[in-house]
């Protein structure tokens, strides 16, 4: 038991110099609280004087007032969540089929260049055609006013013909019936021959 005794009275001591230190400690903790006291009853003193103190408290009577506003806000917003996140779920759904568009997109632009340069290629000889065009199209409506004028004149002389020979045949015909009678009846028949 004397074997026992000497390390319990070793780890007494270690404990009484641990707890003697704490103390020590504490106080000299205490004097600097003790030393900064002042200083803060000043500035609690300060504040209580202070103007700060009525827009401290004005501004907590706005906030709480707003407070209900934004918790309907907040509710709204809880509301609102569930569908918002339906909407992203949705989109991201819809990207890789638009990844794998642009994908299929991106393959086909070389040849989409290639065309493109084959047109452009064939622009300035269709441009060169249609100013070849411009530059002629005003003598050939010069042939076509021509054509008309001369179609207008063709015709009148046509219908006037055509009077004319229509009014000569009705003349005519008592005419020539008379005179091949005759020559039927004289026996005198030139158109036989």
Same mark, same amino acid.
């Given at each position: 038991?004397? =074997?026992l005794?000497?390390?319990?009275?070793i780890?007494?001591?270690?404990a009484?110099?641990?707890?003697a230190?704490?103390?020590?400690?504490?106080?000299i903790? %205490?004097?600097k609280?003790r030393?900064s %006291? !002042?200083?803060?009853?000043?500035?609690?003193?300060k504040?209580? $004087?202070g103007?700060?103190?009525?827009?401290?408290?004005n501004s %907590?009577t706005?906030i709480?007032?707003?407070?209900?506003?934004?918790l309907v806000?907040?509710k709204?917003?809880r509301?609102l969540t569930p569908?918002?996140?339906a909407?992203?779920?949705?989109?991201?759904?819809?990207i890789p !089929?638009?990844?794998?568009?642009? *994908?299929a997109?991106?393959?086909?632009?070389?040849a989409i260049?290639e065309e493109? =340069?084959a047109v452009r290629?064939?622009?300035?000889?269709?441009? *060169?055609?249609s100013?070849q065009?411009?530059?002629?199209i !005003?003598n050939?409506l010069n042939k076509?006013?021509?054509?008309?004028?001369?179609? $207008?004149?063709?015709?009148?002389?046509?219908a006037?013909?055509?009077?004319t020979g229509t009014?000569?045949?009705l003349?005519?015909?008592?005419?020539?019936?008379?005179?091949?009678t005759?020559n039927?009846?004289?026996?005198?028949n =030139?158109?036989? =021959?």
């Amino acid at each position: 038991m004397q =074997k026992l005794l000497i390390p319990s009275k070793i780890l007494f001591s270690l404990a009484l110099i641990y707890f003697a230190t704490s103390l020590i400690l504490f106080t000299i903790e %205490i004097g600097k609280i003790r030393l900064s %006291i !002042p200083k803060v009853f000043a500035s609690v003193e300060k504040i209580e $004087q202070g103007k700060n103190v009525d827009s401290i408290l004005n501004s %907590i009577t706005k906030i709480s007032s707003e407070i209900p506003a934004i918790l309907v806000e907040v509710k709204l917003l809880r509301e609102l969540t569930p569908k918002i996140l339906a909407q992203v779920k949705k989109t991201r759904e819809a990207i890789p !089929p638009i990844l794998t568009e642009v *994908k299929a997109t991106r393959k086909n632009i070389p040849a989409i260049l290639e065309e493109s =340069k084959a047109v452009r290629n064939t622009i300035p000889p269709i441009l *060169k055609e249609s100013q070849q065009l411009r530059n002629e199209i !005003p003598n050939e409506l010069n042939k076509v006013e021509r054509i008309t004028q001369n179609m $207008q004149k063709i015709s009148d002389d046509a219908a006037s013909g055509a009077v004319t020979g229509t009014v000569n045949g009705l003349l005519n015909v008592p005419k020539n019936l008379v005179t091949k009678t005759t020559n039927i009846i004289t026996g005198d028949n =030139k158109d036989e =021959k």
